[in-house]
């Protein structure tokens, strides 16, 4: 009976984790959601520029560039895949 049960968890965890790595395109939302960090982020720099205090400029530098990429990596994944669902190519049969 324990051995079914854990054959049974195993198989559970190994197909859950297969199911966790499909990836899936950013809705547009998520890409507004991306746009309104980035803009947070620049006024958290602009604020911690006005302090003066060094490190909280780099962490907030930091912040905006890695909120940066992540915003053109989902623009560009939605781009893809939006290019993806529309372009279609004909096949004619034969190769030549």
Known sequence: MKVQALTL???????GQSFAQTTT?????????????????????????KSGDQAAVQAAQDKLNADKAK?????????DAKAGATTTTPSTGSSN
Not at 9 to 15: C, E, I, K, S
Not at 71 to 79: F, T, V
């Open 9 to 15: 968890a195993a198989l559970v965890a190994f197909a």
């Open 25 to 49: 395109t950013p809705s547009k939302e998520t890409v507004k959601a991306d746009k309104e960090q980035v803009k947070k982020d620049k006024e958290a720099l602009k604020a911690a520029k």
């Open 71 to 79: 915003a053109k990596a989902d623009n560009k994944a939605r781009k």
